[in-house]
């Protein structure tokens, strides 16, 4: 496996906080829709899945920056600070 930019994986934080890893990647992707900018912190990557199957799933790995910014987002049912300048808007496909 090649060494990757990015220090934390999303499905490493839902299993911390006992989430669906493929539930936090969908809202990171919907996050990704209201914060494009947060796409220069990720990368889509490829990994084994837990439970010994040897699957394969997506996830993000991403940085700290990233992480805050989603984590927030996610916190406060899609909403920002003012001071990054994004307009609340629904994203297709539910909740974030």
Known sequence: ???CKYPVSLSDVAHAHKL???VLRKS????LEVMPDAED????VEETTRGGFGGRCLTY????????AFM???EHRGRL???FGVVRR???????
């Open 1 to 3: 496996m090649s060494e």
């Open 20 to 22: 669906s890893p493929s």
């Open 28 to 31: 990171f992707s919907r996050f």
């Open 41 to 44: 912190h990720a990368e889509l």
């Open 61 to 68: 790995r991403v940085d700290s920056v990233a992480l805050a």
């Open 72 to 74: 927030y987002w996610r």
């Open 81 to 83: 600070p003012r001071i």
């Open 90 to 96: 629904v994203v297709e496909g539910g909740q974030c």
